[in-house]
């Protein structure tokens, strides 16, 4: 597995890593505990050295599964986390609202350490942007946390510009985690220059359009009611059959490359910088290895030129996140 690092903090990971959240959250029926500690060691055995996950997933039941998984491997691999929601008190999935007080980040990050079983987190990522705290404070606590040797490497996710600028002041970003994909190419445009100005590597989650581009997905596919994707606009019946020629774009160069849908969208990804680590989520072997795959998927200029110049004609259909979930990103 090729490797890369995050910015010039110098986080060094698989050139590919893991989202763990689809084992306990968002994408239902979730597989049995101990068959997901058996993937992800497996994983790790296939050179993936980076894993996501948050308090959040679950709740808590994400890290405490990913935690057990790498125990063996502490050392060996790099574990991102996050903070940032008012979890339901009564631990059910969801949560109240957003919470980036510099008392609860503490609190949050002492629990995930028992949860994670280890005595630093790598990579500890504000959730979403708390617009009630000011993102200077929320940057001062990570930097409590770094100076008291319980975090390594602050994060932001889902952040806009200036939000990024104004933390990276008070404690160095290393990397910022936010949608990235063929069908959702909006960071090219302000968040990758502002990141390779500022030295802040990119995580893309959802590299692989929550499984559409994977061409596994058509009008036809059914959901489960608790299933995310059951209420994200672009996902309705309609759009996802207008949607389809982006897939078509990625067969015809796959077809072309012995590869398949989904390797040819991570490569795309992984050629636009180096500085870019995808952490596409599976629980299945077969996936896992075809995303691996992935990174030995060579793109020609020319095949890029052509990828981007056919993607810019397609008017991709419908929303990337419902309304209420929309009006957390971006700040």
Known sequence: MQKRKLGKNNL???????????MTFSFPPFPEKNDMIAFIRKAVEMGITFFDTAEVYGPYNNEELV???LEPFKGEVVIAT???????????????GLNSRPGHIKKVAEASLKRLRVDVIDLFYQHRVDPEVPIEDVAGAVQDLIREGKVKHFGLSEAGVQTIRRANAV???TALQSEYSLWWREPGKEILPALEELGIGFVPFSPLGKGFLTGKID??????????RSTVPRFTPDNRKANQAMVDLLFSIAKRKDSTPAQIALAWLLAQKPWIVPIPGTRKL?????????????????DLSEINH??????????????????????
């Not at 996050?82 to 109240?96: M, Q, Y």
């Not at 810019?312 to 209420?324: A, C, F, H, L, T």
């Open 12 to 22: 060094e990971v698989s050139a590919l890593g893991l989202g763990c959240m689809g």
């Open 171 to 173: 404690q160095p970003v």
């Open 310 to 331: 056919t993607a810019s004609k397609i008017q991709i259909q419908g929303n990337r996140y419902p309304d209420s979930a929309a009006r957390l990103v971006g700040r």
């Open 286 to 302: 077969e996936r896992l290895a075809e995303n691996i795959g992935a990174v030995d998927v060579e793109l020609t200029s020319a």
């Open 219 to 228: 009008e036809k596919t059914s959901f489960e009611k608790t299933d995310f």
């Open 67 to 69: 935690g057990e998984a």
């Open 82 to 96: 996050k903070f940032g929601f008012e979890l339901n008190p009564d631990g059910s999935p969801g949560f109240t």
